[in-house]
């Protein structure tokens, strides 16, 4: 097993478009939601690899739910720690034969209590507490 902490998961939801013009109204062709933040980006490319990936992290709210749900279905080990802010969601704007926009939103703060417990988590699976 190999852990995967992702301090500022979060879902990225993309939107495929024709052509994207600033100050426009459009209508995605094709949306596509995944869980994401570089823990879990990392953790599909050591899955793709044949290795055995737990995703962590601080999850909260209702994107929190949608985001253990989005790994979940796709196949992921998880062990995640409940905190009271909502996850955030990152949109990335997708256009044919172009470079993707994206618009990542921050991540809000989470309590210490609730880093404490985070702490507790990872160190507990990773067999060290």
């Known amino acids: 097993m190999i852990l995967c902490l992702t301090p500022n998961p979060a879902i990225d939801r993309s939107l495929y478009v024709d052509e994207l013009k600033i100050g ?7 949306t596509l939601a995944v869980a994401g933040g570089k823990g879990i980006n990392v953790a599909r490319a050591i899955r793709t690899l044949g290795g055995n990936p737990l995703c962590m992290g601080p999850i909260g709210g209702h994107a929190g739910n949608l985001l253990a749900d989005l790994a979940e279905r796709e196949g992921f080990s998880t062990h995640w720690t409940r905190v ?6 990152c949109v990335i704007l997708v256009q044919p034969n172009q470079d993707a926009t994206v618009i990542n939103e921050s991540g809000q703060p989470i309590h ?15 067999g060290a507490g």
Request: aromatic content about 4%; some cysteine.
């Open 24 to 30: 426009e109204v459009h209508r995605a062709k094709k």
């Open 84 to 89: 009271q802010s909502e996850t955030r969601t």
């Open 112 to 126: 210490a209590e609730e880093c404490d417990a985070l702490i507790r988590d990872v160190w507990g699976r990773a």
